[in-house]
């Protein structure tokens, strides 16, 4: 009964020895027709009434029997290999009938009518255990008390049932030193004990994960700073943390500074043991080096100075360009001085407009000069230069080759 009336008639199929022996032939990508050599058995959301005619199952492992109308576990005493159970979404009300299998490790009994936990036997293999949206708790702390005969599950989700007892933080969870995992959300004991989810922390020394969040070890550390000196130990705490991750990271970067020099350095050995073996190399070796001091030491010029002295060497080109047309015009002007003037006042306008076109052109072209000097000097570089350097002298023609490699 629940909550005192009687449950109404369950109505449905039966599921018995016919009826498992039409699924094993309807499923045979699935099942063996052999029962005993099954080692999974899905019977689940079929309206089942009684959980039974498992006992040729001997082989069995799993048994997804979920989303039926059984009110009580029975006929399992035969599958003594099973270890995983999931009957949730069921009417059952007292746990029962699965004490004597050892090595059962995961029991879904979630969305039942179940008030205590009991009936697990001393099994200690039990690993994982679901009982949430039940009726735990509607007894007080007598109905989880068991709990603590059951010390290797690491994963308890009672979750939205009735606990309503702080108690069972200290009287109960603290002894099962294997929890790493529990959902205690959606109980009343939840609003009852101050500063939640800070004391559980602190209480269960292994929990890793606690109602679908994880619990960090910086975490951890807070909340036993929290336990200890309340809310300016907790900051001093975090503070702490910020200062270890900030020295943990300088750390870190200066490892990987080291493994960079180490690395330079031996392959500079290398290449000198090599240079030494060969002579060649050793010219190669000493050129390379000379490009590496000149490109990439600290005290050579940064590329910005290096562009703004090439702008002014060619804004040097352009003024001494502008000062030799200019100068080219004023020798024109003195030679020609009537012609300028007749044309000037026969056409007005017609000879000094060509005039100052011609000025204009002459400094467009300066400009456009000056421009694409500056732009070979970026592009090309000081690699460029320094080869038209080599190349003007002799025999340095197979050193250009060496540079390139």
């Known amino acids: 009964s629940r909550k005192g009336k009687p449950m109404a008639k369950l109505t449905g199929p039966e599921l018995c020895e016919a009826e498992l022996k039409s699924l094993l032939k309807r499923d045979r990508k699935v ?3 052999t029962p005993s050599l099954n080692d999974q058995l899905y019977i689940h959301y079929r309206g089942y009434r009684r959980l039974q005619a498992l006992e040729p199952f001997t ?7 979920e989303g039926n109308g059984f009110r009580k576990l029975e006929g399992l005493d035969e599958c003594q290999k099973l270890r995983c159970l999931y009957v949730q979404e069921n009417c059952i009300e007292k746990i029962e ?3 004597k299998l050892k090595d059962l490790h995961t029991v879904n009994l979630s969305n039942n009518f179940i008030e205590t936990i009991e009936g697990l036997g001393e099994n200690g293999s039990l ?4 009982i949430q949206k039940n009726r735990v708790g509607t007894n007080g702390l007598s109905d989880v008390t068991e709990l603590r005969n059951y010390k290797a599950i690491t994963v308890l989700d009672v979750s939205d049932n009735q606990i309503d007892a702080p108690a069972i933080l200290d009287e109960v969870l603290v002894d099962m030193p294997a929890l790493t995992v529990l959902y205690l959300k959606g109980n009343p004991v939840v609003k009852r004990i101050p500063n939640y989810r800070k004391t559980v922390i602190n209480t269960l020394k292994n929990l890793r994960y606690l109602d679908d969040r994880p619990v960090f070890p910086d975490d951890r550390r807070c909340a036993e700073a929290f336990c200890r000196g309340g809310f300016p130990e907790e900051r001093q705490e975090r503070r702490i943390i910020q200062e270890e991750k900030r020295d943990e990271q ?5 490892a990987f500074r080291r493994l960079i020099q180490e690395a330079r350095q031996e392959k500079a050995e290398r290449d000198k043991m090599e240079a030494e073996d060969d002579p060649q190399l050793a ?3 000493h050129w390379r080096q000379k490009e590496k001091r000149r490109y990439y030491d600290e005290e050579e010029d940064s590329d910005q100075e290096r562009e703004q002295h090439f702008r002014g060497v060619a804004q040097d080109i352009q003024q001494q360009e502008q000062n030799h047309h200019h100068h080219n015009d004023g020798i024109y002007a003195e030679r020609r001085p009537s012609a300028l003037s007749r044309h000037s006042t026969d056409l007005p306008g017609s000879c000094s407009e060509r005039a100052n076109t011609r000025e204009d052109f002459d400094d467009t072209e300066s400009a456009l000069r000056a421009q694409q000097t500056v732009q070979s000097f970026s592009f090309a570089g000081p690699q460029q230069d320094e080869k038209q350097q080599s190349g003007s002298k002799g025999g340095e023609g197979e050193r250009d080759d060496i540079w390139g490699e």
């Open 31 to 33: 099942y063996y027709t």
């Open 59 to 65: 082989g069995l492992k799993v048994l997804y029997a």
């Open 97 to 99: 009938g699965v004490d």
């Open 127 to 130: 690993g994982t255990l679901i």
């Open 250 to 254: 300088k750390r870190n970067h200066d």
């Open 283 to 285: 010219i190669h070796e």
